[in-house]
C-alpha cells in the first residue's frame, strides 16, 4: 500500500491506494493471530468496582468470524474467560471532570479545545476489573523483549 501527500493552500491531501494481494494476505494473517491470541483462555478474579456484590451482564464480538458471546459475572467470582474478555473488562471505566480555577478563585468560563479548557479529566474511575490468577500476566509474554540492562558505575571525585 503505497501513500502520497500533496500540500494544496496549506492543506494536506492524502491518497492511499489498496493493498496489493500479498499485502491482504499479510493482514489476514497478522488479524488472525490476533484473534487467536484473544482466544487464548486465562483464569482470574472478577471484580465489579461500580457495584459491589453485584452482576455485570454483557455481549462481546470483536472479530467478524467469533460468534457473539453473552457474559453474565458475578462480583469476586473467580473465571476462565478468553484473554480478549479480560483486557476488555479492565478498560471499562469513565472520567471524572472538575473545573479549572482561574486567577483570583474564578472558574474560567467557555470551553475551547485547544486554550482555556473550562474542564479537565481528573481522574479515571474503573466500572470492573479482572485479575489473571495465572502465574504469567496477559502482558508479561513480551515482557523480555522491553527489558533493558542498565549498569553505572558511581565513583566519588
Do not use: W
Request: charged share 30%; aromatic share 8%.
Amino acid at each position: 500500500m503505497t501513500t502520497t501527500g500533496i500540500v494544496n493552500n496549506g492543506k494536506i491531501s492524502v491518497t492511499k491506494t489498496a493493498p496489493t494481494a500479498e499485502e491482504k494476505r499479510e493482514l489476514a494473517k497478522k488479524l488472525e493471530k490476533m484473534r487467536m491470541d484473544d482466544r487464548e483462555p486465562v483464569r482470574g478474579i472478577f471484580t465489579y468496582h461500580e457495584v459491589p456484590n453485584g452482576v455485570l451482564e454483557f455481549s462481546y464480538k470483536k472479530y467478524s468470524k467469533d460468534p457473539n458471546e453473552t457474559y453474565q459475572l458475578f462480583d469476586k467470582q473467580i473465571y476462565t474467560l478468553p484473554k480478549g474478555v479480560a483486557k476488555h473488562l479492565n478498560t471499562l471505566g469513565y472520567p471524572e471532570y472538575e473545573y479549572i480555577v482561574g486567577e483570583e478563585g474564578k472558574i474560567i468560563s467557555g470551553f475551547n479545545n485547544m486554550a482555556n479548557q473550562g474542564m479537565r479529566i481528573t481522574k479515571k474511575t474503573r466500572r470492573c476489573s479482572f485479575q489473571s490468577l495465572e502465574l504469567l500476566d496477559m502482558d508479561f509474554e513480551n515482557a523480555h523483549k522491553r527489558v533493558v540492562e542498565v549498569e553505572q558505575v558511581l565513583t566519588n571525585g
